[in-house]
């Protein structure tokens, strides 16, 4: 049965995204564990409302801030760094631009004094006590709000604010667009051949001969440059890799109440020395590696890689690592041929990950642990399924299949903490989407449910899904098992 040009007919969230070109380089930003929505989100939200008071002379005039968290933030914002990351942002200082180091630092002196420096400036009394949370308020808009506000010495306010982090990293503040995008400002360079389904993605490839990481390439030169998309793509992968590393220098257990141990570094001393040569019959194990690494080093609030989250940024760096060492042809490439299949294997997987962010939701708030886990699933099947040699149908069909097997995943970390489920989910999720992709090489293209019905049907799932599944840590293992 051929593939159906399905236009999807149920309505869909987000329609104002419809126009607004999304890069690769927004859904993989360099960013800091351990979460995308719950940390990166906060600290860029916390930052914009800084620099909007610097930029508009207004610093020298406040006497006092207030800041509110409301819904998931504020309800599993402690196990998730994001009061620590809402410190740093109003400092100033973005989740790319600041070490792990450099963040103990800083709030150790906020601690310690009692006071911050509003955009890196201007002091003023607040420490994390002063945060404050409200988890059963939800604000029309999205299940991840903050409300800033910036209060002059006669109690009048300065500047007020209420921003949504929505999965990803991705914020908005209320009044503008949902991308992030002013509501004023210019309508940003279009992609010359834009999608939001599948449907029309696949469309482009047929019409123009081109594969998705094509059609993708195609939209980023629009505003880049070919040498400036390599090695911006090429630095995403050697910051997945140096978290791989350091994550496999470390020791002990992880940061919180769970006393989880860090497996990773034992399990790389013992595959080095059961696998010294890189046995194609231990890619199980180097794949789960790579994935625990990560998701360890971002469970410790490292430096990540945003894949399309931080809950996530296991799964994509694992299943590249397949692609570059395992594909057929690629164990004694040379470094320029791994480098483009990398660049290869992003731009498809981005291609897959703009029709989550445009059709569903990337957020484990919004949707649960489907939207993260699962989506990054699927874009890194496509990614494979292209380095395998797959047609654009058959790229679609790996992402579909990835995407089908990961519906109704829930989102219940225990103790709010990005560990339990989360770290092994990450390696169960690229061992799905390495089977995904080799399903999919193995049929013609043809099949019976299309990538935009699944992402549909996610898109609907985490609607129903009760908030309790939805990254508040009230339900599921969150409540069933005991923290310590
Ligand atoms: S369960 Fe999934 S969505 Fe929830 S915090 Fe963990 S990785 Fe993120």
Known sequence: MPIRNLTPTTEVPSPSLEEVPL??????TVGIGPSSSHTVGPMRAAASFAADLAEHGMLDTVASLTVRLYGSLA???AGHGTMSAVLIGLEGRLPDQVLPAEME?????????????????????FREADIALHPLTVLDGHPNGMKFAAIAADGEPVLEATYFSIGG??????????????????????????FRTAAQLLAHCRN?????????????????????VNSGLLHIRDVMDECKNNSLERTG??????????????????????????????????VNLVALAVNEENASG???????????????????????????????????????????????SAAVGVLYKRMASISGAEVGCQGEVGSASSMAAAGLAEILGGTPEQVENAAEIAMEHNLGLTCDPIGGLVQIPCIERNAIAAAKAINAAKMALWGDGTHRVS?????????????????????????GLAVNVVEC
């Open 169 to 194: 990293g991705f914020i908005y503040r209320e009044g503008d667009n949902r991308d992030g995008s002013s509501a004023t400002a210019d309508a940003p360079i279009a992609d010359p051949l834009p």
């Open 302 to 348: 490292g430096r990540v890689v945003t894949a399309p989250t931080n809950g996530a940024a296991g799964i994509i760096p694992a299943v590249l690592f397949y692609a570059v060492h395992y594909a057929p042809g690629m164990k004694d490439a040379d470094q320029a041929k791994k480098d483009d299949a990398t660049v290869r294997f992003l731009l498809a």
């Open 75 to 77: 309800a599993t914002g």
């Open 105 to 125: 630092t800083i709030l150790a002196r906020i601690e310690s004094s009692g006071t911050l420096k509003l955009a890196g400036i201007h002091e003023l009394a």
């Open 208 to 228: 123009e001969g081109l594969s998705f990481s094509g059609v993708m390439l195609r939209n980023e030169l629009a505003r880049r440059t070919q040498a400036e």
């Open 253 to 286: 257990n992880l940061p919180g109440t769970l006393n989880v141990r860090r497996r990773a570094p034992d399990w790389h001393r013992r595959l080095r020395e059961e696998d010294p040569n890189r046995d194609p019959a231990f890619w199980q194990e180097w």
């Open 23 to 28: 890069s690769s380089f927004d859904l993989f």
């Open 451 to 475: 990538l935009d019905e699944v992402i549909i049907t996610m898109a609907e799932t985490g609607k129903d899904m009760s908030s309790r599944y939805k990254e508040t840590s009230m339900g």
